[in-house]
């Protein structure tokens, strides 16, 4: 079943549940996959790998604009977008531990020849790639420059 499909239904639970968070967190997937979809040169149906950068993206959003909330002593509304972070996040692949990227970029590194920060932008490449839904870029760049570096 397509994510927008899985939306939908999650959509019609929450509005016979009465779960006004959930529905909030819901409706912005799909506006934002609706949106995605609509996009000139988009295909018919999205990739799943289009769908986890839309869900990223939408992650993305709610983290910062928690942080500035929480920075101007604005708690109701950081709540909100926490509340929306915990609907959106379920629908992403399981996130790899912290412990679990390194491992996995040692031996990237090793295979693509890396040897110093010089070579930050072909692993970093490669590594984008390979973990794309499964880590956060922001953790894959810190750890590749600590290993490089």
Known sequence: MSLIKQIDQDIKLAMLAKQPDRLRG????????????TEKGAAEE????????VLQKLIKQR????????????EDLYEIEMEEMRVIEPYLPQQMTRFEIEGYLQGLIESVGATSAKDLGKVMGAANKELAGKADGKTI????RQLLG
């Open 141 to 144: 760049s810190e750890i590749v």
């Open 63 to 74: 983290k910062e604009s928690a942080d500035i909330y929480r920075t101007q002593n604005r």
């Open 46 to 53: 999205l990739t799943e790998e289009v769908e986890i950068k």
């Open 26 to 37: 819901l409706r912005a997937i799909k506006s934002a996959l609706l949106m995605a979809k």
